[in-house]
C-alpha cells in the first residue's frame, strides 16, 4: 500500500500523533531506532490525485504545523509518495545516521525567514550605459540588500543562535535559527526593522529545514 509522507523527528520526543492528515486520512507512524515517521496510508497513488492540489499541500503543511509545534521535525517535501513501510523503513535505515545527527544538533530549535525584496528605482529600468555600468549598479543594488540584511541580523542578534542568508532573483532570503523560547524577542526585534524596510517581510516559525547540514555562520 502506498504512503504519504509527512515527517521525521526524534522517537523520544513527547508528540502526539494528529488523527488525520491530507483528504482526511488517518495519521499512522512506525519507528526506527531513535527515530520516528509520520505518514497516511493511501488506497493507491491516484488517492492523492483525487484531492484538489490546493487543499491537500495546506492540510499537508497543516498536519507539519501539528507535529513541528510539539517537538522538531525534518519534513520530506510534498508530496513524497513510498510503495510500502518496507520502503520507508529502508529510507529510516540509510538515511538514519544523518537525521538522528541533526534532530539531536537542532532540538528545540526553529527557523525564522527573512525576505527582502530588491526595490528598483526608475534609474535601474533605464539601460546601462556599458557593461561597466552595468556591473556597477549590480554590485550597488547587492549592497544595498547585504546593508538590510545586515540591520536584521544586528538586531536580532541577541536571540539568533545560527544565520544564514542567500542572494535569490527576486532579493535576498535570510534564515535565523533560535531556540523556541527565543521566538517573542526576535519576532519584537525583526518587526522594528521591518516597519522601516519597505519590501522586507519575516515569517515563521519553520522546521530548521536550512540548517539541517552543520555549517558556519554566513555573513
Known amino acids: 500500500m502506498p504512503l504519504l509522507a509527512y515527517c521525521v523527528m526524534e522517537a523520544a520526543a513527547a508528540a502526539e500523533t494528529p488523527a488525520t492528515g491530507v483528504g482526511g486520512m488517518k495519521v499512522g507512524q512506525l519507528q526506527h531506532g531513535g527515530l520516528r515517521c509520520f505518514f497516511s496510508p493511501l488506497e493507491s497513488r491516484e488517492h492523492l490525485a483525487r484531492v484538489p492540489v490546493v487543499e491537500s499541500a495546506l492540510a499537508f503543511h497543516h498536519t507539519l504545523q501539528n507535529l513541528f509545534q510539539q517537538a522538531t521535525v525534518i519534513p520530506f517535501r510534498f508530496p513524497t509518495v513510498v510503495e510500502s513501510e518496507e520502503e520507508l523503513q529502508l529510507d529510516l535505515q540509510e538515511n538514519g545516521p544523518r537525521y538522528e545527527e541533526a534532530l539531536a544538533r537542532l532540538r528545540h530549535m526553529v527557523q525564522m525567514e527573512v525576505r527582502i525584496t530588491e526595490m528598483k528605482g526608475a534609474a535601474a529600468s533605464q539601460q546601462p550605459a556599458s557593461g561597466r555600468e552595468y556591473l556597477r549598479g549590480r554590485q550597488a543594488r547587492a549592497d544595498a540588500l547585504a546593508a538590510v540584511a545586515q540591520q536584521f541580523r544586528q538586531a536580532t542578534r541577541e536571540w539568533v543562535a545560527?544565520?544564514?542568508?542567500?542572494?535569490?532573483?527576486?532579493?535576498?532570503?535570510?534564515?535565523?535559527?533560535?531556540?523556541?523560547?527565543?521566538?517573542?524577542?526576535?519576532?519584537?526585534?525583526?518587526?522594528?526593522?521591518?516597519?522601516?524596510?519597505?519590501?522586507?517581510?519575516?515569517?515563521?516559525?519553520?522546521?530548521p529545514i536550512e540548517f539541517l547540514e552543520p555549517g558556519e555562520d554566513e555573513s
Open 162 to 207: 545560527e544565520w544564514r542568508q542567500r542572494r535569490v532573483q527576486e532579493g535576498m532570503r535570510c534564515y535565523a535559527l533560535m531556540h523556541r523560547e527565543a521566538l517573542a524577542g526576535f519576532q519584537q526585534a525583526a518587526q522594528g526593522v521591518t516597519a522601516s524596510v519597505p519590501g522586507s517581510r519575516v515569517s515563521g516559525p519553520w522546521p
